[in-house]
């Protein structure tokens, strides 16, 4: 009979860790397709042997079901989901820039200016030849009055990509902050679990970690109690076990700073959505401003000096044709053809229009130069783009490499269901038998029926 009781109890303890491995292949393929699922894998073990009269039996098999994580893999894929995200939104951000600027078939950029600056300087040569034409000084004041134009609105186009970013970076600062209570609350559900099982919310809380890699770069450490606290790069603190510490913003010169307890933490966010738009906003766009800038500086100081240096329709010595020396700020210092200083026979426009082909931007004429400043956008677009693709491909190897060890294959867990099922099958069949010995045994051999 204690052989019996012994087979009862073993047979028992079989169809119990049999049902949790069943259990755990259910709930692996449920979950195939659930973003962040951690594939559950049941590791059987025999129970503690047990000592009657010095033979030693075993009292059963226990299941134990654990989620495959690899922490070292984990970290590397936020690491390469923050590079990721940096340069894809930095790409983004960056072609909409390049759109501004972009060469069609004819060899015209899209923002017209190479065409207003070749357009000035022939109107004002072709006006050398008719110095006193009242319709050819319009039409050089008309080509200058363009220019202006052309410039001011490249420079209102640009302004407008700037603030469009200042929103996309204040709209991710409340995603952030979004994630950080989320995370808070479950590192707070983990932490007051008593030693139940917390897969799956620590599944959950691996996701929201690595959404927000997708807008910054973020340290991640692991406390004893199960919980993760959470920082910048430069070690500022975002979250410290339960307590998020929310990251604001504010306006500085313009445009949007980070600040966390009233330090400003922009220059900290170097990945992550967040760090590409930064990169954009704060070093790429201000490139192209200034070398933009550079060349109305240098065609307004030049015509400038060459005007002066004439005698107008009145006969007076020419003034500046052009005010101020940005893309943003140019103005027409002159209110109509006649402020042109062309001199009696017109050789000061011919001059004035000789600027065009003058190296007055270093080594470069005022067409080089910005012809020199769309190539410099493009190499930098181009570069970006190849730093995308290489961190969108080590994003995809090494999600690969996670999914291997953490991801749900159903060819495997079909393999499992069958073994487990026949497992189960051969436990219960075995109760079964044994159940019929003990009732027959109790009832002393006599036929019995066993329910």
Same mark, same amino acid.
């Given at each position: 009979?204690?052989?019996?009781?012994?087979?009862?109890?073993?047979?028992?303890?079989?169809?119990?860790?049999?049902?949790?491995?069943?259990?755990?292949?259910?709930?692996?393929?449920?979950?195939?397709?659930?973003?962040?699922?951690?594939?559950?894998?049941?590791?059987?073990?025999?129970?503690?042997?047990?000592?009657?009269?010095?033979?030693?039996?075993?009292?059963?098999?226990?299941?134990?079901?654990?989620?495959?994580?690899?922490?070292?893999?984990?970290?590397?894929?936020?690491?390469?989901?923050?590079?990721?995200?940096?340069?894809?939104?930095?790409?983004?951000?960056?072609?909409?820039?390049?759109?501004?600027?972009?060469?069609?078939?004819?060899?015209?950029?899209?923002?017209?200016?190479?065409?207003?600056?070749?357009?000035?300087?022939?109107?004002?040569?072709?006006?050398?030849?008719?110095?006193?034409?009242?319709?050819?000084?319009?039409?050089?004041?008309?080509?200058? /009055?363009? +220019?202006? &134009?052309?410039?001011?609105?490249? $420079? #209102?186009?640009?302004?407008? %990509?700037? *603030? =469009?970013?200042?929103?996309?970076?204040?709209?991710?600062?409340?995603?952030?902050?979004?994630?950080?209570?989320?995370?808070?609350?479950?590192?707070?559900?983990?932490?007051?679990?008593?030693?139940?099982?917390?897969?799956?919310?620590?599944?959950?809380?691996?996701?929201?970690?690595?959404?927000?890699?997708?807008?910054?770069?973020?340290?991640?450490?692991?406390?004893?109690?199960?919980?993760?606290?959470?920082?910048?790069?430069?070690?500022?603190?975002?979250?410290?076990?339960?307590?998020?510490?929310?990251?604001?913003?504010?306006?500085?010169?313009?445009?949007?700073?980070?600040?966390?307890?009233?330090?400003?933490?922009?220059?900290?966010?170097?990945?992550?959505?967040?760090?590409?738009?930064?990169?954009?906003?704060?070093?790429?766009?201000?490139?192209?401003? /200034?070398? +933009?800038? &550079?060349?109305?500086?240098?065609? $307004? #100081?030049?015509?400038?000096? %060459?005007? *002066? =240096?004439?005698?107008?329709?009145?006969?007076?010595?020419?003034?500046?044709?052009?005010?101020?020396?940005?893309?943003?700020?140019?103005?027409?210092?002159?209110?109509?053809?006649?402020?042109?200083?062309?001199?009696?026979?017109?050789?000061?426009?011919?001059?004035?229009?000789?600027?065009?082909?003058?190296?007055?931007?270093?080594?470069?004429?005022?067409?080089?130069?910005?012809?020199?400043?769309?190539?410099?956008?493009?190499?930098?677009?181009?570069?970006?783009?190849?730093?995308?693709?290489?961190?969108?491909?080590?994003?995809?190897?090494?999600?690969?490499?996670?999914?291997?060890?953490?991801?749900?294959?159903?060819?495997?867990?079909?393999?499992?269901?069958?073994?487990?099922?026949?497992?189960?099958?051969?436990?219960?069949?075995?109760?079964?038998?044994?159940?019929? +010995?003990?009732?027959?045994?109790?009832?002393?051999?006599?036929?019995?029926?066993?329910?």
């Amino acid at each position: 009979m204690g052989t019996l009781i012994g087979l009862l109890h073993l047979s028992s303890s079989a169809l119990a860790a049999d049902q949790v491995a069943l259990s755990a292949t259910a709930s692996n393929i449920s979950n195939q397709n659930t973003d962040g699922y951690t594939r559950r894998v049941a590791s059987f073990s025999s129970s503690d042997m047990v000592n009657v009269s010095g033979i030693s039996t075993s009292s059963g098999v226990t299941a134990t079901v654990t989620a495959q994580r690899d922490r070292v893999l984990q970290r590397s894929l936020q690491q390469a989901t923050e590079a990721s995200s940096a340069s894809s939104a930095r790409a983004t951000a960056l072609d909409n820039v390049q759109s501004l600027f972009t060469i069609d078939s004819s060899g015209a950029d899209a923002s017209g200016i190479g065409a207003a600056i070749s357009d000035f300087f022939n109107s004002v040569t072709s006006l050398a030849s008719s110095a006193s034409d009242t319709n050819a000084r319009q039409t050089a004041y008309t080509a200058a /009055q363009a +220019l202006v &134009t052309t410039m001011n609105r490249t $420079a #209102s186009q640009l302004a407008s %990509q700037t *603030a =469009s970013l200042n929103q996309q970076i204040g709209t991710s600062v409340d995603q952030v902050n979004s994630l950080l209570s989320n995370i808070a609350s479950l590192n707070k559900q983990i932490q007051q679990t008593g030693g139940q099982d917390t897969s799956g919310l620590q599944d959950q809380r691996d996701q929201a970690v690595l959404s927000l890699a997708k807008l910054v770069d973020v340290n991640t450490v692991t406390a004893t109690d199960g919980t993760v606290n959470l920082s910048l790069s430069d070690g500022t603190p975002l979250l410290n076990g339960t307590q998020a510490i929310n990251l604001s913003t504010a306006t500085v010169n313009g445009n949007v700073h980070i600040l966390s307890n009233g330090n400003d933490v922009t220059g900290s966010i170097l990945s992550g959505s967040i760090g590409g738009l930064l990169q954009v906003r704060d070093q790429d766009i201000p490139a192209v401003q /200034q070398q +933009l800038d &550079t060349v109305v500086s240098a065609i $307004a #100081s030049a015509v400038n000096t %060459q005007n *002066a =240096s004439g005698t107008d329709a009145s006969g007076n010595a020419g003034g500046d044709i052009f005010s101020g020396n940005t893309a943003a700020t140019l103005k027409l210092a002159i209110s109509s053809g006649d402020g042109i200083a062309t001199s009696s026979d017109g050789s000061n426009a011919a001059a004035i229009g000789a600027v065009a082909s003058q190296a007055i931007v270093g080594s470069l004429t005022a067409s080089g130069a910005f012809s020199s400043m769309i190539t410099s956008l493009g190499q930098t677009v181009s570069s970006v783009s190849t730093t995308k693709s290489a961190n969108d491909a080590v994003l995809a190897q090494t999600s690969t490499q996670v999914a291997n060890v953490s991801g749900v294959s159903l060819d495997t867990e079909a393999a499992n269901l069958t073994q487990y099922q026949r497992a189960y099958e051969a436990a219960a069949k075995v109760m079964s038998i044994v159940n019929e +010995l003990m009732a027959q045994a109790i009832n002393l051999g006599q036929q019995t029926t066993v329910s």
